[in-house]
């Protein structure tokens, strides 16, 4: 399964990195636990997932505001697209965990490319 998400140079995602911390930010949003999901844990991360590219992307978009995309770009973050195993992903509607040990990378690209 396609699986997108927003990293810092050194694999942090923007509520972990420390150049960026959302969670005061986004203290409204649903933890993945909140929505049905495991729990977090050094084997997973958080990311957006989809049958393609466009589909994970407007579901990143929508949980993140043109405001939020665009300080992650200021910042360096980047888009990094992995590939994982269908039974290491478990999806909500909005946002997704996945086993970090089985993902392959496929992309990664700024956010202003």
Known sequence: ???IRFEDRV????YASPILNFRERHANRPLPV?????L???AT???FSGSDYAEAWDRATRWFSPRDIAHM???GFLVVEYE???N??????TQCLFAIDNAVVVDSEHLDS
């Open 11 to 14: 694999g942090n995602g923007p």
């Open 40 to 42: 977090i844990s050094n």
């Open 73 to 75: 770009e200021e910042l």
């Open 45 to 47: 991360r958080s990311g």
């Open 84 to 86: 994982v195993p269908d």
């Open 88 to 93: 290491e992903v478990w999806a909500s509607n």
């Open 1 to 3: 399964m396609l699986v």
């Open 34 to 38: 909140e929505e049905g999901l495991p």
